[in-house]
């Protein structure tokens, strides 16, 4: 595919990708690859390390043609860290997120209709989007929901999302009795509108990249509580977009519930920061902010309008 099209440069994301593309790319004689990190490193990640990461990203780099990018700072640290580059080799490009849509379907609408109605004494709705699996905890959630129901009993929860562990979170949530103020969606292409019923979200992962779904919850004007997993101290201002736990590896509950209540408990300053956090979102992840800056990096030039003429994404 790559001789038959013949770009000038190919820009490959994630490491699998990079083991396998990167190798077509110079067999095809390519002019240019960008490879592009979008996690944690596989040695913070063991369960993703595969034989030939370490051999293949150390002989890319002495590569001239061969540019290293990444969409945080953190990762980019990280991955120079493991594979022993000198600190600032790896550019770093934040993702871009396009405005989101409030409107839902007529499933999305009656969903919320029958919750809302079944708690309407609620005055306080926190939300989670992600994916259910370990390193998205989603039974720590849960559990840090049921200690906030406790601490603000008018309080309800919508999780959007799916995963391998989704049947049993709705099930851990029962076992917890606060199955009745939980909001199980499952997957959905309507994000934002689900956005647009919550006062505030919550991620509690392990491991990130840039998280999106930070992104998107303070364009949307909603507050985060996030752990500092990957570039997610990138992607909010701690303490006027949103707050952050001081661990990835063992989030503490009594900070949590903290920064939970003082969000629950003052409307006002929810809402100040919900502002603040859709100027901020809007300001340094929008796609006419980040465009330019991906398109200077396929070029590999200073100005935006000596962009190379064709690109191949792999």
Not at 103 to 118: S, T
Not at 142 to 150: D, I, P, S, T, Y
Not at 166 to 180: D, V
Not at 292 to 308: F, G, H, K, Y
Request: a negative charge; aromatic letters at 10%; charged letters at 20%.
């Amino acid at each position: 595919h790559l001789r038959r099209q013949r770009p000038e440069v190919v820009y490959i994301w994630q490491d699998g990708a990079v083991l396998t593309t990167a190798v077509a790319a110079l067999a095809a004689e390519v002019p240019r690859i960008v490879i592009s990190l979008r996690g944690m490193p596989p040695d913070l990640r063991p369960e993703m390390m595969r034989d030939g990461y370490f051999d293949m990203y150390t002989s890319l780099a002495k590569i001239p043609s061969v540019l290293f990018s990444a969409n945080t700072q953190t990762g980019a640290t990280a991955y120079e860290n493991w594979l022993g580059m000198p600190s600032g080799t790896i550019r770093v490009v934040h993702n871009a997120i396009d405005e989101i849509g409030q409107v839902g379907e007529v499933h999305d609408r009656e969903q919320w209709r029958d919750f809302e109605a079944a708690t309407s004494d609620a005055d306080f709705t926190f939300g989670g989007i992600f994916r259910f699996d370990q390193n998205k905890r989603p039974f720590m959630w849960l559990e840090f929901a049921a200690a906030a129901l406790v601490a603000h009993p008018n309080s309800r929860f919508i999780l959007v999302g799916d995963g391998a562990e989704f049947i049993k979170a709705k099930s851990y949530a029962e076992g917890l009795g606060i199955a009745s103020r939980c909001l199980f969606v499952g997957k959905s292409h309507n994000v934002g509108f689900w956005l647009s019923k919550m006062d505030a979200l919550g991620l509690l992962s392990r491991l990130e990249g840039l998280p999106n779904v930070l992104i998107e919850a303070q364009l949307s004007g909603i507050p985060i509580i996030s752990t500092p997993a990957g570039g997610a101290s990138e992607a909010i201002l701690p303490n006027q977009t949103g707050y952050l736990l001081g661990s990835s590896e063992n989030p503490q509950l009594a900070q949590f519930l903290t920064f939970y209540m003082d969000l629950a408990n003052n409307a006002n300053k929810r809402e100040a920061m919900g502002e603040a956090a859709s100027r901020f979102a809007a300001q340094n992840f929008a796609m006419d902010h980040i465009l330019p800056q991906t398109l200077q990096l396929l070029a590999d030039a200073p100005e935006v309008n000596e962009m190379t003429k064709s690109v191949s994404y792999g």
